[in-house]
């Protein structure tokens, strides 16, 4: 069997602060095959976007620890310096939407010539041949090409976010990793941007990363479903299975803050708030939160294989 | 004076003579509108300075002789502009560079010994310019004390030329020594704060090398600011380098304002603040004009 497009192992990353270490990444291992999309979900504060950089090695000065396994396509991306990284990773291998996607363009640079911009640096081409390319992607995100030659100022909210999803595709990359990228826009918005999404999926078997704090959103794309708190990964299961059963008390809690459009259900919320990442509770780090805590729990609890690719780290599936 | 020794009027009485020089006193002031309130004189100084019609000096000339203050400050003017220009370019770019540098090597201790010494530019230019002036010029005999150019001046203007730039070196060095070092610092502190921004971090992300980062979407984006600093800079150096100009006895607006103050000789101070504020106006004319050339968001609603 080949191996997976990107498997994650054992990544650890933790910022040094005035207060002491923040465990930003704690252990954090999964995989993603090609033509998959894996929803990173969780609250804001859980480790999610840390995880994206983790990955894609866009560190802060701060990073205290920096350790783990980031294999892409079976090559161990831990092994490379800067250099080899930003030549044969960098948007060839990984491209990513970050959460500003608003604020990611040049500001005083056309919005073509950005986008052109990587297939210059890594395949080659010539100013002329990438612009035409560019053109061609704008057009393919529902940019008129005519745009090309804007500057970002010039754009609304959501062609910006258009025209980053068509940088990301410029290079035909592994992986895009997807940062929240509606989070900054209105719901008509970004609903057009999860059609795109869902096309670009559909059309060019592309594989993503795409992490969001949105449930509901999440489901429009997932293939699989991977639920962080505290740094860790508490439940990693297949897409369908979860949004029909999540299993972790924490994923349930979450499903049930979702509100829906014609019950008048009661909307749940989960008491407290997730805990400081700098001295994470000892033993399982939902527990001072969960209605189901046992005695059990003042021990960290593994990650649990249920079989089917399906995880969960909570002691009450636990099984001899 | 006039009056009494012109032949023309020799066969007046002595009387006479004082009423003839009382009428031509009181012409003379109604001329000038020394008759006239305060707040009238002044818009007619106002008037007359729109056209550099600064007045006359009342105790300094010009080394061509003339006391019209306009031709005092414009004969000055170049010395100073030529010398502190120089000077801030050059510190200019040693800061632009130093701190793209520093910024790029944050928290080191190159960074940290930078930072430390920084405050050490708030003892100003002119007191390494005496230490210089001992150093180079009393003990070594290499360079010259002060002034524009060797006396006699060379006849030829290459030799002219080099006779200056050797006269410029110590007072450009006491200000590279005094300036550079917060310059950089706050350079570095700057780009700090850009080379947060988000599309810096997809410019990273990109993988566009990091040169190019630094010149295409750290530099680029912070230009008119940068731009600005300088050009203020620039201008109030023009007007303001009074005690380095004495030190090295600088024939420039600066030691003339020295001169100007200690005799008070007011016309020749008040026309230096004119011409300053002149430049000033005209300094921020240009840099509005600089900034729509490189901020395409400057030029909205333009073709």
């Known amino acids: 069997m080949c191996p997976p497009l990107l498997r994650v192992e054992d990544l650890r990353l933790y910022f040094s602060t005035r207060k002491g270490a923040v465990k930003a990444v704690d252990d954090v291992s999964f995989e993603v095959d090609r033509g998959e999309t894996l929803a990173l979900i969780g609250e804001s504060g859980c480790g999610k976007s840390s995880l994206a950089k983790a990955i894609i090695r866009l560190l802060p000065r701060n990073v205290s620890v920096y350790e783990g396994h980031v294999y892409l396509n079976g090559e161990d991306l831990m092994n490379l310096d800067e250099e080899e990284f930003r030549k044969t990773v960098r948007w060839t291998g990984i491209s990513m939407v970050s959460q500003a996607a608003l604020n990611s363009l040049n500001p005083v640079i056309k919005v073509g010539q950005q986008v052109a911009e990587p ?7 010539k100013g002329k041949e990438a612009l035409e390319k560019a053109r061609e992607t704008l057009q393919r995100v529902g940019i008129p090409e005519t745009f090309a030659d804007r500057y970002p100022f010039e754009l609304s909210g959501g062609m910006r976010q258009r025209a980053i999803i068509a940088m990301t595709l410029i290079t035909n990359p592994d992986l895009i990793i997807l940062d929240e990228p509606t989070s900054a826009l209105d719901v008509l918005t970004q609903a057009n941007i999860m059609n795109l999404l869902k096309k670009i999926k559909r059309e060019l078997n592309l594989s993503f990363i795409f992490i969001t704090h949105d449930i509901a959103l999440s489901s429009e794309l997932a293939d699989k479903v991977a639920v962080m708190y505290a740094g860790q990964i508490v439940e990693l299961s297949d897409a369908e299975r979860f949004y029909k059963s999540p299993l972790h008390p924490y994923s349930t809690k979450l499903m049930a803050s979702v509100p829906t459009l014609r019950e008048n259900k009661k909307l749940e919320f989960i008491p407290g708030s997730p805990p400081s990442l700098i001295e994470p509770p000892k033993g399982c780090r939902f527990a001072p939160r969960c209605p189901y805590r046992t005695e059990d729990c003042s021990r960290d609890p593994p990650l649990i294989s249920l079989g089917d690719g399906c995880y969960v780290r909570c002691w009450l599936h636990w099984k001899g | 004076m006039e009056v009494r020794n012109n032949p023309a009027y020799s066969h007046l009485t002595s009387g006479e003579m004082e009423e003839l020089i009382d009428k031509l006193y009181e012409q003379e002031v109604k ?64 800061g632009l560079f130093g701190g793209l540098f520093l910024s790029r090597r944050y928290g080191s201790k190159l960074d940290k010994v930078i930072v430390t010494l920084s405050p050490l530019s708030s003892i100003p230019g002119w007191f390494y310019g005496i230490f210089l002036i001992l150093i180079f010029a009393s003990w070594f005999h290499l360079l010259p004390y002060g002034g524009f150019v060797d006396a006699p001046p060379p006849k030829d203007s290459l030799n002219y030329a080099l006779s200056v730039m050797k006269h410029m070196i110590l007072p450009v060095i006491s200000w590279l020594i005094s300036y550079s070092l917060i310059e950089i610092y706050v350079r570095r502190t700057f780009f700090l704060m850009f080379s947060n921004e988000d599309y810096v971090e997809m410019a990273k992300a990109k993988g566009v090398p990091p ?58 101070i008040i026309g230096e603040v004119v011409i300053y504020a002149y430049l000033l106006g005209l300094t921020v004319f240009v840099l509005d004009v600089i900034y729509a050339l490189i901020d395409p968001r400057i030029r909205v609603g333009g073709a």
């Open chain 1, 119 to 125: 297939l210059i640096l890594h395949k080659g081409m």
């Open chain 2, 211 to 268: 040169r190019m980062i630094e010149r295409r979407y750290i530099l680029r984006p912070t230009l008119p600011p940068i731009i600005t600093s300088f050009a203020l800079t620039l201008i109030s150096s023009w007007m303001g380098a009074i005690i380095t100009e004495r030190v090295f006895n600088w024939p420039g607006i600066g030691s003339l304002f020295y001169m100007a103050a200690s005799i008070f000789d007011s016309p020749v």
């Open chain 2, 31 to 94: 001329r000038l509108g020394l008759d006239k309130p305060f707040l009238y004189r002044s818009f007619i100084y106002l008037k007359n300075a729109l056209t550099l019609e600064l007045g006359r000096a009342q105790y300094l000339t010009s080394d061509s002789g003339s006391r019209n203050v306009r031709n005092i400050i414009l004969e000055r003017l170049p010395a100073t502009v030529l010398l502190f220009t120089t000077a801030n370019l050059i510190i200019f770019v040693i």
